[in-house]
């Protein structure tokens, strides 16, 4: 189903559901404010940056360390920013955008976050159904077919509550970090040597044909920064309710800043954790080309002495892909509502995004082999690399706007400092870009003009958009494109009186409900409207025969329609009936359509989440096909 977002609010099901100001003490009240960094922290340590981190720790050994502490801190800053702007705005970054752009540069932003939010959850499919692979040794088209089954998993969780949610997140986040303290003392690492990775260097590689540091180096930051992580930031800080005073916004920054600080650093704990555990045992060991997550798996169990590590190690990257996966799917529905206004079923949300997943995954391993793999997990980091800007940029742009921000716009230095990073982001992911477009069109050959057709242009064009975003609010200063409330100008209501209904349709289904139903209609019409009671015969033979059935159910159906018309006219109501035959959601809109009916009155089933898909909604869909109002009632 199909509809604006009317609430306006950012994620709007969990929108100040957490109430800060009714906890008492400082300690509860940062525990309240924690949460929503740790969803942000697990795109941080997706099945993505596995493999940058695996690369760099067995070719180069600990002496990258220093630049997954450096994307950590920028990272860390980004994330501030985005907090910053749905704390005091009351916005998130897609909202931010669409009040923002004209409607044209604002739909190309919107298609290329959607692209961004397909490509990450790509990656977390793939690291899925190698992690199911290398447990229980299921092939990848099948791992990858069984990911849809987590379609329903975050509605299930969300249905509880945002901080329910916030706890299972966390819950994974300490599984993946146990697993890999466990790692860490199976690898036995020197610690001077860690501590000698944090200083600044680019090593040269042991393989004279291997990939630089600089390259690696540039992989492993184009991998962590993810931009729908910025997108969602800015939206689940609005799930707290705090105060709106000066004290009390400048209370949520600093506890948000707090929050993030500590839930990225253990993403960088586990990010470390992996480098080093690449670096103690293929490195040390002189295997210095190991970038492939099932190679660094299957060398592992030999290479440690213990059978328990590959395992923990498989486990720990389903969990990272569970958990990614599900932040993924939030940052689908806020992108879509923020840039679009528009809300589509969840599960169906969802359902799309892993869909498109799945597709070229499924396609790959069909048509070229699970050896290919590898090289579509690369080919999602260089989507998400094209993306980036696109959400850092804006972002930046809308924190240092004194207009949107107020008394807390960023200042002069912060603002600095954030271009710097925007320009190293930028900067690199568009070298790691270019150079995988070379690399694909020296490998092409005669059919590198594929790629002069597609891709090259499709980068020009994002390159071209990126400058414009950049530029014209730096060149030209110009107003909100957006009324002053959500739902556009305030009208006046007009209200007319006098409306009453000369006939009024009532479905019925032989429940308790039908009493509360037909009571509900009677006293829409009183006695001097019209009635029709309207049933719909849905067994097999109706669906085939339709009014040519006269099965036992049908003749029931009929006395008991029989005995509500004798009941309500002796009651002093003019009523009629009418049965239908086959699908609800057809036969009913038929029947009232030529009844010439002015009002609808229906009883909710009452069906909740599974039984909703499993027996479907009725209601969403004869109020759709119907030309009158409809009243719904519910016992």
């Not at 006395?559 to 009936?577: A, F």
């Amino acid at each position: 189903m199909r509809k604006s977002n009317h609430s306006g609010k950012s994620l709007s099901e969990a929108y100040q559901t957490v109430d800060i100001d009714s906890k008492r003490g400082i300690g509860n009240k940062i525990l309240a404010f924690m949460g929503p960094a740790y969803l942000i922290s697990v795109g941080y340590m997706d099945p993505g940056n596995w493999a940058t981190d695996i690369a760099g720790g067995s070719t180069f050994g600990y002496k990258l360390i220093w630049v997954l502490l450096m994307s950590n801190l920028i990272a860390l800053l980004l994330q501030s920013l985005s907090s910053r702007l749905g704390i005091v705005s009351g916005r998130d970054l897609a909202q931010a955008s669409r009040e923002t752009y004209s409607p044209i540069v604002n739909f190309m932003l919107y298609i290329l976050a959607e692209i961004a939010i397909a490509a990450c959850d790509l990656a977390e499919v793939l690291g899925m159904a190698i992690g199911l692979q290398l447990l229980c040794g299921l092939p990848l088209i099948w791992g990858v077919s069984l990911t849809v089954l987590d379609t329903l998993l975050l509605l299930f969780l969300i249905n509880y509550g945002i901080r329910k949610l916030e706890a299972f997140i966390i819950t994974l986040i300490a599984l993946i970090g146990v697993s890999f303290l466990i790692e860490m003392f199976f690898a036995k690492p020197v610690l001077a040597d860690i501590l000698q990775g944090f200083i600044p260097t680019l090593p040269t590689n042991p393989n004279p044909l291997g990939s630089t540091s600089l390259y690696i180096a540039i992989g492993i930051i184009g991998a962590t920064v993810m931009p729908h992580n910025l997108y969602l930031h800015s939206s689940l800080v609005q799930t707290r309710k705090f105060e709106r005073t000066p004290k009390g916004i400048l209370r949520a920054i600093k506890y948000n800043i707090l929050d993030s600080t500590i839930a990225l650093n253990l993403a960088f704990f586990v990010n470390c954790a992996i480098l080093v555990l690449a670096a103690a045992t293929f490195f040390h060991n002189g295997m210095f080309d190991v970038a492939d997550i099932s190679q660094a798996h299957s060398f592992l169990a030999p290479l440690l002495g213990s059978k328990l590590a590959p395992i923990i190690f498989a486990v720990a990257l389903i969990v990272a892909g569970q958990s990614s996966t599900i932040t993924g799917t939030l940052a689908g529905q806020i992108v879509m509502e923020g840039f679009l206004n528009l809300r589509i079923q969840p599960w169906l949300r969802r359902l799309i995004t892993r869909l498109l997943a799945i597709i070229p995954a499924l396609l790959t391993i069909i048509f070229i082999g699970e050896q290919a793999i590898g090289g579509l997990l690369i080919l999602s980091q260089v989507i998400l690399s094209i993306q980036l800007g696109f959400a850092i940029i804006p972002l930046i742009h809308f924190v240092g706007d004194k207009h949107k921000m107020g008394v807390y716009v960023i200042k002069t230095p912060m603002k600095i400092l954030a271009w710097i990073c925007a320009i190293i982001i930028v900067g690199l992911n568009a070298k790691l870009m270019t150079d995988q477009i070379n690399d694909w069109i020296t490998g092409a050959g005669e059919h590198a003009y594929i790629y002069y057709l597609t891709v090259v242009p499709i980068a020009i064009l994002s390159g071209i958009l990126l400058l414009f975003i950049t530029l014209r609010p730096l060149l030209l200063k110009t107003k909100l494109i957006t009324a002053k409330t959500p739902h556009g100008t305030i009208q006046k209501l007009d209200l007319r009186p006098g409306i009453s209904y000369n006939k009024i349709a009532i479905t019925i289904d032989f429940s308790n409900m039908d009493s509360l139903t037909i009571s509900a209609a009677t006293k829409q019409g009183g006695k001097d409207a019209n009635y029709l009671l309207i049933h719909v015969v849905e067994t097999a033979g109706a669906i085939f025969m339709g009014n040519e059935i006269n099965d036992l159910e049908t003749l029931a159906d009929k006395q008991q329609l029989q005995s509500y018309l004798y009941d309500l006219n002796q009651m002093g109501y003019n009523v009629q009936v009418q049965l239908g035959y086959g699908n609800p959601k057809k036969a009913i809109p038929e029947i009232v359509n030529k009844s010439n009916a002015d009002l609808l009155v229906m009883g909710a089933h009452g069906h909740h989440l599974m039984k909703d898909i499993i027996f479907g909604t009725t209601l969403d869909s004869v109020r759709h096909n119907v030309k009158i109002p409809v009243l719904i009632v519910k016992g």
